[in-house]
Nanobody, 123 residues
Framework: QVQLEESGGGLVQPGGSLRLSCAAS????????MGWYRQAPGKEREFVAGMRWNNIASYSNYADSVKGRVTISRDKSKNTVSLQMNSLKPEDTAVYYCAAGRDREVLTTPAYWGQGTQVTVSS
């Protein structure tokens, strides 16, 4: 079992920045991919960014809606992934969920989910 805990959400003005973090615990060795999804009011949960890794390299994917404005990163020593979000827009307002799994399944059907952290972009 893997437990995921998000942090870093809050209220930020349009154009501002926010950094979300997700800490994995439990059988963290069983995952090699983590990512972020979000769900805005009245909308389906959507993929935001993901990262997977192997013995050779790591790979990142971003939704078109956030590409160029967000960066996903990993600190393997702490079993955490972070999502640095810049130039935030009101449409970025959502509950952001951390996800984990193996390989490309994180892009579609993650095995593990965090409880979510609220991000509100408003003046």
């Amino acid at each position: 079992q893997v437990q995921l805990e998000e942090s870093g959400g809050g209220l930020v003005q349009p154009g501002g920045s926010l950094r979300l973090s997700c800490a994995a615990s439990g059988s963290a060795f069983s995952i090699n991919a983590m990512g972020w999804y979000r769900q805005a009011p009245g909308k389906e949960r959507e993929f935001v960014a993901g990262m997977r890794w192997n013995n050779i390299a790591s790979y990142s994917n971003y939704a078109d809606s956030v590409k160029g404005r967000v960066t996903i990163s990993r600190d393997k020593s702490k079993n955490t992934v972070s999502l640095q979000m810049n130039s935030l827009k009101p449409e970025d307002t959502a509950v952001y969920y951390c996800a984990a799994g193996r390989d490309r399944e994180v892009l579609t059907t993650p095995a593990y989910w965090g409880q979510g952290t609220q991000v509100t972009v408003s003046s």
